[in-house]
């Protein structure tokens, strides 16, 4: 795979030859804050707009955003913010007003993010980024309704948006997380013989067989549509027979979530952007990992496994059928969404992504004690959590 992770927004056009006259200069980026319910408005441009974004993020595509707002809307204060050059859409962010920051009761101003996301980067055309935040920002330093800061979360570190922030507007870093990243030109084979080593490898391989004694092994990637109803009532059984089923926190305890889960699955087919992996054993499905394909780019959302089968490392046999990903000529890289350290994902990807949060100021006198406030905050935080 030898597609860089971030492709450049624009192309350098060439020359104008002698007396030929310069290009008329692109108008500027304008903006409108509208209510949450516009987003229907804009669907189709929304999802056009994907095609073109500076980064490739499936949580903030159309699909993904209607079937977040359809589920779980409901329990936010939200806005939509909507950049245009002329007639053209080069950005789309929906906002949340929230309540309570480093344990203060402050109101501010965040793009939105719910527990089934895992970057929350807004989509934006590529070369606009800079546009896009100077509309945005300007936007709500003039709306009265904007509380104390605009807190921004789950970018890439030092990637094209964040970069374009940074330039606009200082936007010191307040949190990062690093997780787990797979981008190689090796292939699949190569790859995990490199970032495995060989003692492990002869025990998966071990588990691998004593698996299929117990009724043959199958792996499989849903092609058919008609399949995809079964096959989400399997994962979520999977999900709520597990750990996370007896904690509550399974998608199948919280009827918004299951609804959210199979909808937003059902939307990603729809959009070409599925990618749905299972590991059977005697036919009967013990691992399902969802992926999500956004061209150059992949993200891996959802994995789950049969714990009864745990001594064969089932989740991580169905990940390593995954790397299968890096002999795609379409995908250059693929983002594992997965806590850092994860001990299924970080053992077998080598490389690593870090997504921060940022806080930015926004312009008043009041606002501007907030973010004094909450800025001297974070630094004590940070300066513990160095010690520690």
């Not at 971030?6 to 008329?24: H, K, L, V």
């Not at 909507?82 to 402050?106: K, N």
Request: hydrophobic share 45%; proline share 6%.
């Amino acid at each position: 795979m030898r597609l860089a992770m971030f492709q450049p927004g624009q192309i350098a056009a060439a020359a104008p030859g002698p007396g030929a006259r310069p290009a008329p200069p692109e108008p500027s980026a304008r903006v409108t804050l509208r209510p949450i319910g516009a987003a229907i408005d804009l669907a189709g441009e929304w999802a056009a707009l994907a095609a073109r974004a500076a980064e490739p993020n499936p949580f903030t595509e159309q699909w993904f955003a209607a079937a977040s707002l359809a589920h779980f809307g409901r329990f936010y204060d939200l806005r939509l913010v909507e950049v245009r050059r002329s007639a053209r859409l080069i950005g789309v962010m929906v906002l949340s007003i929230e309540r309570g920051y480093a344990r203060l009761p402050l109101r501010y101003v965040q793009n939105w993010w719910h527990h089934q996301m895992f970057l929350d980067a807004p989509q934006v055309e590529a070369g606009q980024e800079r546009a896009f935040w100077e509309a945005a920002l300007k936007a709500l330093d003039a709306a009265d309704w904007a509380p104390n800061f605009l807190h921004v979360r789950g970018i890439a570190e030092d990637g094209p948006l964040h970069r374009a922030l940074a330039e606009v507007r200082a936007a010191p870093i307040v949190h990062r997380r690093v997780r787990a990243f797979l981008e190689s030109d090796l292939s699949a084979e190569a790859y995990y013989e490199q970032a495995v080593r060989a003692k492990k490898r002869k025990e998966l391989r071990r588990q691998k067989n004593r698996l299929a004694e117990l009724g043959g092994i199958a792996f499989h990637v849903l092609a058919d549509e008609a399949e995809l109803r079964p096959w989400c009532d399997a994962y979520l059984a999977l999900e709520k027979a597990g750990w996370k089923g007896k904690a509550g926190t399974a998608l199948a305890c919280d009827p918004h979530a299951e609804a959210f889960f199979r909808e937003v699955v059902a939307a990603a087919f729809a959009a070409g952007r599925l990618q749905f992996r299972r590991l059977d054993v005697g036919g009967k499905p013990i691992a399902m990992l969802v992926n999500f394909l956004t061209p150059p780019g992949s993200y891996s959302f959802k994995t789950v496994f049969d714990e009864e089968y745990a001594r064969f490392s089932p989740g991580v046999l169905l990940q390593i059928e995954n790397l299968d990903m890096l002999e795609r000529p379409d995908i250059a890289w693929m983002d594992s969404c997965a806590v850092e350290d994860h001990p299924m994902i970080d053992s077998l990807w080598t490389e690593r992504r870090s997504i921060v949060r940022v806080t930015v100021r926004l312009k008043g006198v009041r606002r501007g004690a907030a973010y004094a406030l909450v800025r001297g905050l974070e630094r004590v935080a940070a300066l513990r959590k160095g010690r520690r």
